[in-house]
């Protein structure tokens, strides 16, 4: 079992930056890839960005060049730096992990909301 613990959220202002965390605990060793995924009022959960393993990260072309994945490999801790925040990545932030027994976690998920 693996829990996933998110933080960092919060309100900022349009052109801002927030640093998202997300603490994994229970069976972190077997952790392979882990992510962000989000999910605007009245929208499908998207992807936002992927760290693999072997540290090969990819992002949603809506992301790129303003947001950036990365990963404490000791603690398996995610981290997702965002820039740049527009009034559209308002969302609630949710990370994944998935693990070598092909099983798939979720955090609870944390508010960002952007103001114009």
């Known amino acids: 079992q693996v829990q996933l613990v998110e933080s960092g959220g919060g309100s900022v202002q349009a052109g801002g930056s927030l640093r998202l965390s997300c603490a994994a605990s229970?069976?972190?060793?077997?952790?392979?890839?882990q992510g962000w995924y989000r999910q605007a009022p009245g929208k499908q959960r998207e992807l936002v960005a992927t760290?693999?393993?072997?540290?090969?990260?990819t992002y949603a072309d809506s992301v790129k060049g303003r947001f950036t994945i990365s990963r404490d490999n000791s603690k398996r801790t995610v981290y997702l730096q965002m820039t740049s925040l527009k009034p559209e990545d308002t969302a609630v932030y949710y990370c994944?992990?998935?693990?070598?027994?092909?099983?798939?976690?979720w955090g609870q998920g944390t508010q960002v909301t952007v103001s114009s």
């Open positions: 994944t992990a998935g693990t070598v027994f092909l099983r798939q976690y």
């Open positions: 229970g069976s972190i060793v077997s952790i392979n890839d």
């Open positions: 760290i693999a393993s072997g540290g090969t990260t």
